[in-house]
């Protein structure tokens, strides 16, 4: 069974409290987060008074929700009222949101505990946390080392046992590849599947919200509880929720994995080149079925998605402009200096770096060349995976090329950081869901991640298809203890 169903049931027959589990985790955070840094806010108080409310519940026999006295933390780009929403940006350092993300109301209806909010890339851009305008959250597994990113703050913090949950946002692989990084379960829904209002916005087509966890059940626990069609975004999907908790063992037997050819070429780590390929085979043995695939528009993923999220990037950025809120220049001659100044200081170099890229490729003369050029790549993507998916269920192979990387290995090469979203970032063109699982470790004890891609709105076989590999593979990883 999974963590948090057992957790459940301890709490309903008063074996534990909502107290308790919450205070260890901010043991933890005290204890480690010093030197991990997943946090930007933590919210002691409400998450202790969140906790208490649960507790009183259960002593007067009232019922509970689904996630009751779990401390979930959330990443630092997703609206909660009780505390800063940063975007790890300066621009937005004192930015309070007035009202709750979608997902962040589902949590408390649901009986969560919102321990605090983690960091990020600046608004999401990046695949290490490196971007954070704050400071750089670091791998509990060897803290030299990356957590991944743009969601590292939230993978750390489930890594370290700082929270049992934690919610991401995925627009290139930003739940997926930190998962993989840090030995976490981490999920990206189908594009609809969860509500974006309250997400704040980088690539609008391709952001989309998930959940972090150390196992597969417990991942499918937080993507029922924020899963289902929303009003208040119009690309929620009218769709019912996901019906995944209790429904995620299938039998291996007649599974079909596809293994695309091209997720195994140059670049891919040797050491996670033989874990992935050893989980696939250990998955044949036990009777499911390996598929050859192709997918030969992979090598213009990385290409076509840089031009995609800058160029939508630099439309939802246009949005700071020092005038309705967020950071302000203290001098400035009249708007239009009050505008750049503004702007000028608050974002960092790779926001600025997208924002200029994107208002480039927009713009008159180079629309043509790059936008829809890369719109027609994306399409053409997405045919790719319909293909494949006529002959398997899902998709399998590395989450990341390589394992965690030190602490400004990347950090001042944009084209080595990008490569690091090769697996990940098709699948957000094409709106599939897709997870990471660990598979394994190096010699050097770090984790390795596996992706499986499902087809749209299969979130459920996706889930299902991991929980075949979780229970198979039946990986103990040691975690960290910091
Ligand atoms: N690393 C990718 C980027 O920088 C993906 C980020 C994400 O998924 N938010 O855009």
Not at 330 to 335: I, L, S
């Amino acid at each position: 069974m999974s963590d948090l169903l057992s957790f459940r049931q301890d709490l309903i027959s008063k074996k534990t409290s909502a107290g308790d589990l919450t205070r260890r985790c901010l043991d933890v955070i005290r204890r480690a987060d010093t030197r991990v840094k997943a946090f930007i806010t933590v919210l002691e108080d409400g998450a202790l008074a969140q906790a208490k409310a649960v507790d009183q519940k259960i002593a007067r026999g009232e019922p509970v929700g689904p996630l009751a006295g779990v401390p979930v933390a959330v990443k630092d780009n997703i609206c909660a009222t009780e505390a800063r929403t940063t975007c790890g940006s300066k621009i937005l350092e004192t930015y309070v949101p007035p009202y709750d993300a979608t997902v962040v109301d589902r949590l408390r209806k649901a009986d969560a505990v919102i321990i605090g909010k983690t960091n990020l890339d600046e608004f999401a851009m990046g695949s290490s946390t490196e971007n954070s305008a704050f400071f750089t959250t670091r791998n509990p597994w060897n803290l030299d080392l990356v957590p991944g990113g743009s969601s590292g703050g939230s993978a750390a913090a489930v890594a370290a046992g700082m929270a049992p949950l934690a919610l991401g946002s995925d627009t290139g692989g930003s739940i997926r590849q930190p998962a993989a990084l840090t030995g976490t379960v981490g999920f990206k829904p189908t594009y609809g599947r969860v509500s974006r209002y309250g997400l704040v916005a980088y690539g609008s087509s391709l952001d989309q919200i998930g959940p972090f966890g150390k196992s597969v059940a417990d991942v499918a626990l937080l993507a029922q509880t924020i899963s289902g069609h929303d009003p208040m975004d119009a690309t929620s999907v009218a769709r019912p929720p996901l019906q995944a908790v209790g429904n995620l063992e299938i039998d291996v037997q007649g599974l079909r994995l596809g293994v695309p050819k091209e997720y195994f070429g140059a670049g891919l780590d040797p050491e996670v080149r033989a874990s992935v390929e050893g989980a696939i085979s250990a998955l044949e043995k036990r009777g499911a079925t390996r598929v050859e695939v192709s997918l030969p528009m992979t090598e213009h993923g990385i290409a076509a998605y840089y031009i995609v999220a800058p160029c939508e990037a630099s439309s939802n950025l246009g949005r700071y402009d020092g005038v309705h809120y967020g950071h302000r220049a203290k001098t400035f001659e009249d708007v239009a200096s009050l505008m750049a100044r503004s702007r000028r200081e608050g974002f960092g170099p790779e926001v600025t770096r997208r924002i200029i890229l994107g208002t480039f490729a927009l713009s008159s003369g180079y629309y043509e060349a790059y936008y829809n050029r890369a719109l027609k790549v994306r399409r053409k993507i997405k045919q790719d995976f319909d293909r494949a998916f006529e002959t398997c269920d899902v998709l399998v192979g590395p989450t990341s090329p390589t394992p965690a990387f030190p602490v400004g290995a990347k950090a001042n090469d944009p084209l080595a950081m990008y490569l690091c979203d090769v697996y990940t970032v098709s699948t957000n063109l094409a709106g599939l869901p897709g997870i990471s699982i660990p598979c394994g470790l190096t010699k050097a004890k770090l984790p390795i991640g596996l992706q499986i891609q499902g087809k749209a709105f299969d979130d459920l076989g996706t889930l299902r298809a991991a929980r075949c590999f979780e229970r198979e593979l039946a990986l103990t990883l040691p975690w960290p203890s910091l």
